[in-house]
């Protein structure tokens, strides 16, 4: 069973339409194409299970590059997720990224200042910083 990644879709290709362009390399399992929460369009990828390896790597050969619509389809196979991606898969969305070993601030250093622990604000972070003037209260 291998999962493939279609990219740089039109935001008007349909289930149907991914359906017909991976049928004729091999039976198809499952087709998901990625929408946004909010506005419910589709955001450009897709998603498509083939149970056999060996069309599915005929897929990925015949498909990637191919022009559909006015965009060059990017198709590979999936990447699993990795257990540190957030919503947006840039890895260390969490409060601990074990990639890193450490927790959100402790990686991004100190400043030899010994103020910042753990990413909570600290004053000591703008000691050096020339002084914003104050808005008037009138």
Known sequence: MKNLFVGNMSFQTTETDLRALFEPFGQISRVHIATDR???RARGFAFVEMPNDAEA???IAGLDGKEVGVRNLKVNEA???SASSGPRGGG???GYDR???GDRGADRGDRGRGGKQGGRF???DYRDSARQPR???W
Do not use: L, M, Q
């Open 38 to 40: 909010e506005t419910g």
């Open 57 to 59: 790597a005929k897929a």
């Open 135 to 137: 808005e008037p209260r």
């Open 92 to 94: 260390g969305g969490g």
């Open 99 to 101: 990639d890193r070993g």
């Open 79 to 81: 990447r699993p997720k």
């Open 122 to 124: 600290s004053n000591e």
